[in-house]
């Protein structure tokens, strides 16, 4: 099971950090929204690794059978890689390439804000609320909690899907011969 979580883990994690760091020089061409939006874009791609894995596991491992609990654990174990290898990157970006990112967008959400009318004691509770999870981010511990919950849930929902997919017991078909 190891070798097989490591080599779909760090391939969907591969996948994660060069998706990540390709779009990190444009980024202020992109913008945040469409960021995000093909961030998670990539988040989908890499984690159809968690599929392929699982039924790496199965037919190759498990004899072509696997329960849901098993497909389940080994769907897991791929999304914690993967997202390890994310949170990796993240840091590398954070503090060596861009540590200016939370002021930026700190200073993009605000226009945000003001430019669809928002009053400016909303503006003013949307200040102080950045300020407060902008500390909280500087603690390192917290950094990587929180950049480890982005792909998280996507690597979550894969590994549901894949587990719903290929990890019911399949009826053994008799060759009609006794043993």
């Known amino acids: 099971m190891r070798k097989i979580v490591l080599t779909f883990g760090l391939i969907a994690g591969a996948m994660l950090s060069v998706m990540m760091l390709a779009t990190l020089p444009f980024m202020d061409q992109i913008g945040f929204d469409k960021g ?26 498990a004899g072509g059978q696997i329960g849901f609990g098993r497909a389940f654990l080994v769907g897991l174990a791929i999304t914690c890689v993967a997202s390890a290898c994310y949170v990796a990157t993240w840091q590398f970006i954070y503090y060596k390439v861009t540590p200016d990112f939370t002021e930026k967008y700190a200073a ?24 407060e999870m902008m500390a909280i981010y500087k603690n390192p511990l917290a950094n990587v909690a929180i950049t480890f919950l982005e792909p998280l849930p996507v690597g979550l929902l894969f590994t549901l899907i894949t587990t719903a997919l290929l990890g019911r017991r399949q009826a053994r078909q008799s060759s009609g011969a006794l043993s």
């Open 36 to 61: 995000m939006l093909i961030g998670y874009t990539g988040m989908v791609l890499a984690f159809l690794m968690v599929y392929f894995g699982v039924r790496s596991y199965r037919d190759n491992v």
């Open 108 to 131: 993009y959400a605000i226009d945000k804000a003001r430019k669809s009318g928002a009053s400016e004691a909303k503006i003013a509770a949307q200040q102080k609320e950045i300020s």
